[in-house]
């Protein structure tokens, strides 16, 4: 498709630039990705928040309604986080940004546009994304997680409330064009719950021109990392009593966990009770420091609640596959996860809820610098073959305009 008839394009997400973590460096990659090659492009958020469970201090007061991120058209309407991370005030806080949304579509504020991508696991998201749609238009939904699936696994919702959450997806992806998952794993999840809209595999992405490997400062003792949000869905219990086997085993190993979310408090209060010196939490590196932040770890760490994960892959393993390093993974057999180390050869899998194994699994790299540059190096090669940023983003804009020209 010719750049000059290319329609304008409106980005529907809760998570974007300046957060972070999450989905919000993905969603801002494919708005200016859309916009840089000839796409006008204008996202409809809320006010950023994640991890945190507060509003970021800049936009507290409600000025920048408006503002412009690289090529890209940002507004915003006054929908902050949750007040709590209960299934209930989610969803309180996800029809709160609906509502506001339908408010800025009423008042013209934001128009209704020929192609509208809304990010997903709110369902509602996608509601106001069908809403934004021009008569005749078209509507993706980009599905970074199945929110029914998640809120019963970790029990956040009643078997009746899940009910609802699956009938509310499977009513509002059956009316969208497209779907677009990360993976076969959840492809295979939605059409469980009934979604018969075609849907295509997007799997997550990494810059491999701006994430390079930087060689870490010289140092006596192996430093391991852990790197994004603190939060329940990413098992950080597991990483708590795994520090706790190797306090006693293997004490001059350093363990870092850098981020922010609702566990923080919690995490340093057992980490406090279990009097763990080979422990400490830092905040989080700027996203233009990201290399240098995540090579400053001679070993990842990539935990995972179980129940929470079993057709997701984290989006931070691509990145620490990047920068050249290996990880220990917590993940069940046969999962998603457990599949990208077969095809990668690029980290240690051990199962979930095993402090022992996973220990044990640290103790391995820590002991073995060979091992360590070896899977490193392997990470590295299998990005830039299957997950470069040009790829995956070259081949969904593709995608996209043969639907609008169909």
């Known amino acids: 498709m010719a750049m000059e008839s290319a329609p304008s394009t409106l980005?529907?997400?809760?998570?974007?630039?300046?957060?972070?973590?999450?989905?919000?460096?993905?969603?801002?990659?494919?708005?200016?990705?859309?916009?840089?090659?000839?796409?006008?492009?204008?996202?409809?958020?809320?006010?950023?928040?994640?991890?945190?469970?507060?509003?970021?201090?800049?936009?507290?007061?409600?000025r920048r309604k408006r503002e412009t991120v690289g090529s890209v058209t940002v507004e915003r309407v006054r929908s902050g986080a949750p007040r709590n991370a209960s299934a209930l005030w989610r969803i309180v806080n996800e029809a709160d940004f609906l509502v506001r949304g339908l408010g800025a579509l009423a008042s013209g504020r934001v128009s209704r546009h020929p192609v509208v991508l809304a990010l997903c696991p709110s369902i509602l998201c996608v509601t106001l994304g069908l809403?934004?749609?021009?008569?005749?238009?078209?509507?993706?939904?980009?599905?970074?997680?199945?929110?029914?699936?998640?809120?019963?696994?970790?029990?956040?919702?009643?078997?009746?409330?899940?009910?609802?959450?699956?009938?509310?997806?499977?009513l509002m992806l059956n009316r969208v064009d497209l779907v677009v998952v990360l993976s076969?794993?959840?492809?295979?999840?939605?059409?469980?719950?009934?979604?018969?809209?075609?849907?295509?595999v997007v799997p997550l992405w990494v810059d491999t021109d701006h994430i390079q490997p930087i060689e870490p400062e010289t140092r006596s003792v192996v430093k391991v990392l852990y790197s994004g949000n603190l939060g329940r869905k990413q098992g950080l219990g597991q990483v708590v009593e795994m520090a706790e086997q190797l306090a006693l085993q293997r004490p001059e190993i350093e363990i870092e966990l850098r981020g922010n979310g609702n566990q923080v408090e919690a995490l340093a209060a057992e980490i406090a009770?279990?009097?763990?010196?080979?422990?400490?939490?830092?905040?989080?590196r700027p996203n233009e420091d990201l290399a240098r932040a995540l090579c400053a770890g001679d070993i990842h760490l990539v935990p995972q609640n179980p129940q929470a994960a079993a057709f997701a892959v984290p989006s931070k393993v691509y990145n620490i596959m990047a920068v050249g390093r290996p990880f220990v993974a917590t993940a069940l057999p046969n999962s998603t996860l457990w599949h990208l180390q077969r095809q990668s050869d690029a980290f240690l899998c051990v199962p979930p809820n095993d402090p022992s194994t996973f220990a044990e699994a640290v103790v391995k790299l820590a002991d073995n610098e060979r091992l360590r540059h070896e899977l490193g190096r392997n990470g590295r090669a299998f990005v830039e073959r299957h997950y470069a940023k040009p790829r995956i983003l070259g081949n969904f804009l593709k995608r996209l305009d043969a639907l609008v020209a169909r």
């Open 11 to 62: 980005f529907v997400t809760r998570y974007f630039w300046p957060e972070l973590i999450g989905s919000a460096p993905f969603t801002s990659d494919i708005a200016e990705w859309l916009a840089r090659h000839g796409r006008p492009t204008t996202v409809l958020s809320g006010l950023p928040h994640y991890p945190s469970p507060e509003v970021f201090p800049g936009y507290r007061d409600g």
């Open 131 to 170: 809403a934004a749609r021009q008569r005749g238009g078209l509507c993706v939904a980009i599905v970074h997680d199945i929110q029914s699936g998640l809120a019963e696994r970790l029990g956040m919702g009643s078997g009746r409330l899940g009910a609802v959450m699956r009938a509310a997806e499977r």
């Open 184 to 200: 076969e794993e959840m492809r295979d999840q939605l059409r469980g719950i009934g979604v018969t809209t075609p849907i295509e």
């Open 273 to 284: 009770q279990r009097r763990l010196g080979n422990v400490k939490l830092a905040e989080l």
